[in-house]
Nanobody
Framework: VQLQASGGGLVQAGGSLRLACAASGRWLSIDTMGWYRQAPGKQRELVAA???????TYVDSVKGRFTLSRDNTENTVYLQMNALKPEDTAVYYC?????????????????WGQGTLVTVSS
């Protein structure tokens, strides 16, 4: 399974960006997909995730500003980021948990996309 992330860049505070993460490969089903971020000197944190059932989860600091959506036909998730703040500056990583066939059973595997830099200037 491979994840291809896109959409980072430089934006002024208050602006918007949309990140995309496209999954490719072979799997039985997608368990969850989402985005993490890591700011300089800080630990990686979960920003938003969407379950197979469509339930979304957001870190408190982005609630009301970020929206995670999924296009099942394209196996892609989108993170719409509005009202960006300088503290949103970070490298954003796409993440996915997939159920794959193994022998006569299955296993769960986690994939990471390459990071995409989001810089919000004040």
């Amino acid at each position: 399974v491979q994840l291809q992330a896109s959409g980072g860049g430089l934006v002024q505070a208050g602006g918007s960006l949309r990140l995309a993460c496209a999954a490719s490969g072979r799997w039985l089903s997608i368990d969850t997909m989402g985005w993490y971020r890591q700011a300089p000197g800080k630990q990686r944190e979960l920003v938003a995730a969407i379950s197979s059932g469509g339930t979304t989860t957001y870190v408190d600091s982005v609630k009301g500003r970020f929206t995670l959506s999924r296009d099942n036909t394209e196996n892609t998730v989108y993170l719409q980021m509005n009202a960006l703040k300088p503290e949103d500056t970070a490298v954003y990583y796409c993440n996915g948990r997939f159920r794959r066939s193994v022998g006569y059973g299955y296993e769960y595997t986690t994939a990471w996309g390459q990071g995409t830099l989001v810089t919000v200037s004040s």
